[in-house]
């Protein structure tokens, strides 16, 4: 089914975008040390947005973050908590959303996606969430020491998360923008247009790859 494979290619395209820009950022931030969760969470809500409104597919949200999260393991030292933290904004998302969509299907059969209302409120509450459930989670569950102080939770949870949240509205109506503009084009894909776009999927996969080994040696 086309639909399904223009999901798949969707999904790996733009993961591969979010993890270029998690790389490429957050080696510059790390070396400067700059606050860097809030604004590269920003660059993923434009990605995840952008993929939720094109398909309102649920698992796609989660499966985006998936293929993002995936090019942390070509770096070196491999964190487990950055992987963490992208999956977890990507399941936070992907649950909200999911939910949503659902009920709206619910009240109304001929519900396609979420509007840009309702995607402006959603977007700051669910990454405000996110952050507040990762610091628990590599509190509680990866048991990493460095989550284990006070001043690092609340740092996380009442001021990197609130700025995260802020900077959710403009990413997540950029998000709404671009789909805006592909929305007219997905249903009238023809076979050349799903080639390049498979190829342009493709073709961001093996940069994030390739970016991430450079900046790995």
Not at 11 to 25: D, K, M, N, Q, T
Not at 48 to 59: E, F, I, K, M, S
Not at 94 to 104: C, I, K, M, N
Not at 163 to 185: D, E, N, W
Request: some cysteine.
């Amino acid at each position: 089914m086309k639909s399904k494979h223009l999901i798949i290619a969707s999904i790996v395209l733009f993961g591969s975008l979010w993890g270029l820009a998690e790389l490429g950022f957050g080696e510059f931030a790390w070396a400067r040390g700059i606050p860097r969760a809030p604004i590269l969470t920003a660059v993923g809500i434009v990605f995840l947005v952008l993929t939720r409104r094109l398909w309102a597919a649920p698992g796609s949200s989660f499966a985006l973050a998936a293929v993002a999260s995936a090019f942390k393991f070509l770096q070196h030292p491999v964190w487990g908590c950055k992987i963490a933290a992208v999956l977890m904004v990507g399941a936070i998302f992907d649950v909200g959303f999911s939910l949503y969509e659902a009920r709206q299907r619910g009240r109304s059969p001929d519900f396609a996606r979420a509007d840009t209302r309702s995607v402006l409120v959603f977007s700051p509450i669910l990454t405000l969430v996110s952050f507040v459930a990762f610091a628990y989670f590599a509190r509680d569950v990866l048991h990493n020491p460095y989550w284990s102080t006070p001043a690092k939770m609340t740092d996380y949870m009442f001021v990197q998360g609130p700025v995260a949240a802020l900077l959710a509205l403009p990413a997540a109506l950029a998000g709404v923008k671009l789909s805006s503009l592909l929305l007219p084009s997905i249903e009238t894909w023809s076979d050349g247009r799903l080639l390049a776009y498979r190829m342009a999927a493709a073709g961001s996969g093996v940069a994030g790859i390739a970016a991430a080994l450079a900046l790995r040696y």
